[in-house]
């Protein structure tokens, strides 16, 4: 089943939470909304449940307008942030919601809640109560019940933000290999950058109720289209030198610094009138090296944080704090000298005005 | 410093014990005894000859197993009609925004209906149920009591339906069900607790009621059991022992309802489904 979003504006009295949004899912893809608390990803995902009715534009589902159908008629299924399970009922019975609804004979109806339940490995709770289950057994008890009816397509409200992290990423792996098992289309909304990275075909970053950008997670890691988003995707993000760009020189300067630009970077500025402008450059594309090199920067160390695999090492350099990504066996002092070298060809300009990159 | 808090802890609740239940008692012993027994002096507490005659009397030899029936169809018949039609616009209070916040005017606006002193409604609506040929009915009863009953189960009922999570109506409708099946299959009984009771406040206000009772009903066809057992004090004497026995048997309906719902009064809601 197809989405597109038409123009689609919402407005709570004075305050717009989604603007003039465009975009379109395709069969069987699953996009990721993605962005952070207020950006409007969950009322988005509402009006296309029906639960909530556009102040503008159209959804059409299929390429039929929906924005009159009731949700019940909409034959889309919902996996609340809350899991919304019927505490009065028993598993079973949470699951088998939606085909009673439907009035389907009660044979069919046990053959296809154990079936679901099969695949969701929940079937020996299926007689316990919502309030006996832990928070991961609720969870696959959701989407059960979301599954269990074959509905044309899925909305995920971040499902896994109430799970503990080491349970969050098992059943992120779950679900993608079960959104590619079932082949449905799926809207998921988060606002964790690794589960959009991870479950999208495509991810479409939201801020202040705006589309910032709509891409595959490579392409938004790469390439983002302005400062939000490639601060918002990364852990930890990108960083930002503010400086100046002198055509003449071809090169990058401020204060203490001056940076030459590479071929590429020189084409995003040529024909340009610039002034100020902002460098974007990715942690895993900054080298650090404890000992001096020609050529590098010298730095301070500020802080180093110890992940294991990695060390993160937040350098100052001309007053500018710079995070890079270092071995884990990396050990620096604070207040200690450092070098540090930037990848140039990897680097980002951004217009320091509108935040756009170049 | 423990023992002396104890045995003070256990003193208060003998004596409001006593205080609830001597009465219930003395009246129970009366209904038991012959009349030379009820006013022996000194009283006989616990030993004398106990009698039937008295229950013969009232509701054999009296009307009250008519008052009886009288007050069970008008206090469940204005219990219903409160439950159904107050659950309704309870739900719709505490679910539906209207604009410029009208909804929680109209709220406190059935609340007020309350303040009003029940007296002063008496004669209107005495008027009004001898213009609709209701009077002596026990259909002018149930209307009464359900109209009094309302402000009640809507407020008591608003704040039950303000906790159900909006999500569970919502995952229900998005599972395919109506907004009156989501209200039926999912948001009712959730709110069973509250419905008992709500139902049991009901039942005891329409039960005891007294005043309009009196004003209404003049025979044995309408009359409930409070007016029935107070007409027993009449200029030529009082029936101590025929109003007792009725007294005590007007406390067994409600008493057995409360006991059938106490569970439900107890058991809070099933809350822990929502979060994880």
């Known amino acids: 089943m197809s989405i597109t979003l038409a123009n689609l504006t919402k407005t709570f009295g004075d305050s717009i939470v989604v603007n003039d949004l465009s975009l379109e899912i395709g069969d069987g893809e699953c996009v990721v909304f993605l962005g952070p608390s207020g950006c409007g990803k969950t009322t988005t995902l509402r009006m296309i449940a029906g639960l909530e009715q556009p102040t503008a534009g159209e959804i059409r589902i299929n390429d039929h307008p929906v924005n009159d159908v009731p949700p019940q008629q909409r034959d889309i299924a919902m996996v609340f942030q809350s899991y919304a399970l019927y505490p009065h009922l028993t598993v079973a019975q949470n699951i088998a919601y939606p085909l009673r609804v439907r009035k389907l004979a009660s044979a069919e109806i046990q053959r296809q809640v154990s079936q679901t339940a099969a695949l969701l490995e929940i079937e020996p709770l299926l007689a316990r109560r919502p309030r006996d289950l832990s928070g991961g057994e609720r969870q696959r008890v959701a989407l059960a019940r979301a599954i269990v009816r074959h509905p044309r397509a899925f909305l995920m409200d971040e499902p896994l933000s109430n799970l503990d992290a080491k349970l969050r990423l098992q059943m992120r792996g779950e679900l993608k290999r079960l959104q590619q098992t079932l082949g449905t289309t799926t809207v998921y909304v988060t606002h964790d950058q690794a589960e959009a990275m991870t479950l999208g075909n495509r991810v479409a970053v939201m801020h202040k109720g705006g589309l910032q950008q709509f891409d595959t997670p490579l392409e938004i890691y790469n390439c983002p289209a302005n400062r939000f988003v490639a601060e918002f995707v990364g852990s930890p993000g990108m960083n930002f030198i503010e400086g100046r760009i002198e055509l003449s020189q071809r090169r990058f300067v401020r204060n203490g610094l001056s940076l030459p630009l590479s071929e590429g970077l020189m084409e995003q500025a040529s024909g340009r009138q610039l002034g100020v402008c902002t460098l974007g450059i990715r942690p895993e594309n900054v080298r650090i090296s404890p000992a001096q090199i020609d050529d590098w920067m010298p730095a301070t160390v500020y802080v180093t944080e110890l992940m294991g695999s990695e060390t993160l090492v937040v350098a100052e350099l001309d007053s500018e704090r710079i995070i890079a990504r270092a071995a884990g066996d990396l050990r620096a002092d604070p207040n200690t000298a450092i070098w540090i070298d930037l990848d140039l060809s990897r680097a980002h300009l951004f217009d320091h005005g509108t935040g756009r990159r170049l | ?276």
């Not at chain 2, 229900?172 to 069900?177: E, I, S």
């Open chain 2, 1 to 276: 410093m423990n023992l002396v808090r104890t045995i003070l802890k256990y003193l208060v609740s003998l004596l409001a014990l006593l205080a609830a239940l001597v009465p219930v008692y003395w009246m129970l012993t009366i209904s038991f005894k012959r009349e030379i027994d009820q006013f022996a002096v000194p009283p006989k507490w616990f030993f004398f000859s106990p009698t039937v005659e008295h229950y013969a009397d009232a509701f054999l030899g009296r009307s009250f197993g008519q008052y009886l029936v009288n007050s069970l169809i008008v206090a469940v018949g204005s219990t219903a009609c409160a439950l159904v039609l107050g659950t309704l616009a309870a739900y719709s209070l505490a679910r539906f925004r209207l604009p410029r916040k009208l909804d929680q005017k109209l709220a406190l606006w059935i609340l007020s209906t309350r303040m009003m002193p029940a007296i002063v409604t008496a004669v209107p609506l005495f008027l009004i149920m001898r213009d609709l040929h209701l009077v002596n009915t026990r259909l002018s009863l149930v209307i009464v009591y359900t109209a009094f009953n309302l402000p009640f189960v809507v407020w008591m009922m608003r704040g039950f339906f303000a906790e159900v999570p909006r999500d569970l109506e919502e995952a229900a409708m998005v599972d395919g069900d109506s907004r009156l099946g989501a209200f039926r299959r999912v948001v009712l009984p959730l709110v069973t607790p509250g419905l008992a009771a709500t139902a049991v406040f009901c039942l005891i206000v329409s039960w005891n009621e007294f005043l309009f009772a009196l004003v209404f009903t003049q025979t044995d066809d309408a009359m409930t059991l409070p007016v029935g057992i107070a007409g027993r004090v009449t200029q030529y004497g009082i029936k101590w022992g025929a109003m007792s026995a009725a007294a005590v048997v007007a406390i067994v309906p409600i008493l057995a309802f409360a006991l059938a719902v106490q569970k439900y009064l107890v058991r809070g809601l099933s809350l822990g489904a929502v979060k994880g």
